[in-house]
């Protein structure tokens, strides 16, 4: 079972590196880092650069799909070339998934008309545009295609996709090595449950802005 | 403030990359990738590389410094010029803090002889052979050194450091940043929590052993 994670400039980190940790230790699995050229792709704070094994040409054919956010994915909403590889690797995957805003990026590439997604929370309604119908739940599955929510909700995601796909013992065995048993020290991570200035402020500053 | 995050072969991808997306959330901090040799450094899977841009000569003050684990850390353990570079760096740092098996590198650092830590649930045990009294709270903090639990707790680490070192406010912003309101699928992430037989099986085939 191949795995691609699609990298590019000013993608999140833990956006990608969260499904990473889970999915690649599903045992039989192999993760591809991919992108556009091969070499290091940095994130949007700079600081941190993955490294991209793969390009686009030689991965065609992955089983399950990850793209990641990041500010980076305003620019590939327009990349004409980016978003053909989606769709030409989506008609083939078993699960095409996306992590914050790059759920914005499976709606650049049409692949969310009249479904159900999320993105992350600053940036879930700019889905409408494309045609898809915003959530607000952490993990949105609708047929093949999973979204999830902000930054760190890749980690649940990737964790009901190995449920989804190869059962709930290994996706607990996985939880248990990983130790997930997450203790926030705040009950502030979503704009529903963090105080008022705070989500008012984070709107003033965002930089998920994906004009159509 | 500078932070500097400790790269080696075998390190575990999400360890590191959990405190880093934090923080450089932070404004005003700087991150740095260090290793004994800049370059692509590899993680205990092989498939994710991080670049390390600096190498322990060049990042000799960091004001908080983070050490993640992984399999690879068991070579650091024997590794004298890294862990006299640990020991170096720890006594000018504001924070020293670990990951997973990262506290076993702080442990044969002689960092925490006499003091309270964790580590993954798999490790914990091996640092009473360094002196340390474990601890199975998720983060413990013991003075200046902050230790974390198994891989996905250096994010609860992070957020606490930066409660601690920013204030509330700093930390639930960042929170609400990465929408961090976590909702694993299963209640699975700890031991305690965990069917029996998961567990056996886990702690049947780990690769935890760092012996003195």
């Known amino acids: 079972m191949e795995i691609a994670i699609l990298l590019f400039n000013g993608f999140?980190?833990?956006d990608a590196v969260g499904p990473y940790e889970i999915l690649r230790s599903v045992p039989g699995t192999t993760v591809r880092?991919?992108?556009?050229e091969a070499g290091a792709i940095r994130t949007d704070a700079?600081?941190?650069a993955i490294v991209a094994d793969y390009t686009l040409e030689t991965t065609l054919s992955p089983n399950i799909l990850v793209v990641p956010g990041g500010p980076g994915q305003a620019a590939l909403m327009k990349?004409?070339?980016?978003?053909?590889w989606v769709r030409q690797v989506?008609?083939?995957t078993e699960w095409t998934?996306?992590?914050?805003?790059?759920?914005l990026v499976l709606a650049a590439a049409g692949l969310l008309k009249g479904l159900r997604a999320t993105s992350h929370w600053l940036a879930r309604d700019v889905?409408?545009?494309?045609?898809?119908?915003?959530r607000t739940e952490r993990v949105v599955r609708d047929g093949k295609i999973i979204t999830a929510a902000g930054v760190s909700a890749g980690i649940d995601m990737a964790l009901r996709l190995v449920a989804l796909e190869w059962g709930d013992r290994v996706a607990q065995t996985i939880q248990l090595g990983i130790e997930y048993d997450p203790q926030p020290p705040f009950n502030a991570g979503s704009?529903?449950?963090a105080p008022e200035a705070i989500v008012e402020w984070l709107r003033s500053r965002s930089r998920f802005l994906a004009q159509k």
Chains 1, 2 share one sequence.
């Open 33 to 36: 880092f991919v992108a556009a």
């Open 191 to 193: 704009p529903e449950k």
């Open 12 to 14: 999140t980190a833990l």
């Open 79 to 84: 990349d004409e070339k980016m978003l053909d």
């Open 90 to 92: 989506h008609a083939k």
């Open 97 to 103: 998934t996306s992590v914050c805003t790059g759920s």
């Open 127 to 134: 889905l409408r545009e494309y045609g898809a119908e915003p």
């Open 46 to 48: 700079g600081s941190l």
